[in-house]
């Protein structure tokens, strides 16, 4: 049976063609397909994860080996993000360094580590920008309206926006030209927690209630404030899950942001390295337990 190899580059062009068309008529008994990085589309449901590739009518899952070939810095999170996949679904690939991105991974690529790895992930879609008003409708007919846009880049609530109409799209090119997003299905809560993790272990639990009313974004920086709760008080599969995102994106020191749904279910919104901390021992016990958690640490040797 033919095996089938997928070339991801970073533009075609005629080079890259002549290679492809080369590589094929020297693996006759194989077949060679070529895809650019931002032909690829996903969807992270849950622990269910699927990548497509746009107007091809082979699923990744059909390939038997992927080349990354020039990713450059362009593509660097989608390329990582790639590879996190792949692993999952135990399709070969070269190069394997783009496994360990490391903190050159952004919000897209922690989210289908966390997705693979068995987590309540927000329902999210990823495609290039220059897809956004052809993908349009499909990401609404997977997420509903209102849904949430979440630049890759933004930090605090800044580069995150609810889009409620169709026409809501037309913000992202015409506000963030050129910029990446990453779409979410928006729940209607008011029950938002950031839990900041030390290792193996809690180190705060804290409630973040929205001041104004218009205003669905929790963060801190847009006016939220923070009601900081006794940390035994915190439900067991909220703690494991805070604990086991940590773990798989390999961060020491984190915050986990936690939504409850009105079913009550929990949703994994985003895990953040070198989290912000209040830094008033008598508002908030995040110094005190980072200091015990550093104790710790330097006893063990």
Not at 36 to 43: G, K, M
Not at 62 to 75: E, I
Not at 173 to 188: A, H, I, R, S, V
Not at 269 to 281: A, C, I, K, M, Q
Request: with cysteine; proline share 4%; charged share 30%.
């Amino acid at each position: 049976m033919a095996k089938k190899l997928l070339i991801l580059v970073d533009k075609i062009g005629e080079k890259k063609e002549y290679l492809a068309s080369y590589i094929a008529r020297k693996m006759p008994k194989n077949e060679v397909f070529m895809a650019r990085f931002s032909d690829l589309v996903f969807f992270a449901n849950g622990n269910q994860v699927s990548v497509v590739i746009d107007d091809c009518e082979d699923k990744l899952t059909d390939f038997d080996l992927v080349y990354f070939r020039r990713v450059g810095s362009k593509f660097l999170s989608v390329g990582g993000t790639l590879a996190a996949y792949l692993d999952f679904i135990g399709i070969k690939y070269v190069d394997r360094i783009y496994k360990n991105l490391g903190p050159s991974g952004d919000k897209f690529t922690s989210l289908i580590r966390l997705a693979t790895s068995g987590l309540p992930v927000i329902p999210s879609y990823f495609c290039w920008h220059s897809k956004f008003e052809e993908k349009k409708k499909e990401i609404i007919l997977k997420l509903g309206l209102p849904l949430v846009a979440k630049q890759l880049s933004s930090q605090r609530g800044r580069g995150v926006l609810l889009l409620k109409t169709e026409e809501d799209f037309d913000r992202l090119n015409t506000e963030f030209p050129n910029e990446e997003f990453l779409f979410q299905k928006y729940y209607p809560s008011d029950k938002e927690y950031r839990i900041l993790v030390l290792e193996d272990r809690i180190g705060s639990f804290e409630r973040k209630i929205r001041t104004d009313k218009e205003e669905f974004r929790s963060n801190v920086a847009l006016g939220a404030k923070e009601e900081f709760l006794d940390i035994n008080t915190i439900q067991p599969e909220m703690e494991k899950i805070a604990i086991d995102a940590c773990r798989v994106l390999d961060i020491q020191v984190g915050g986990v942001d936690i939504l409850v749904d009105k079913n009550g279910k929990f949703w994994l919104l985003e895990v953040n390295r070198g989290p912000g901390l209040t830094y008033d021992p008598k508002v908030s016990p995040e110094l005190y337990s980072l200091a015990r958690y550093f104790t710790r640490k330097l006893n063990r040797g």
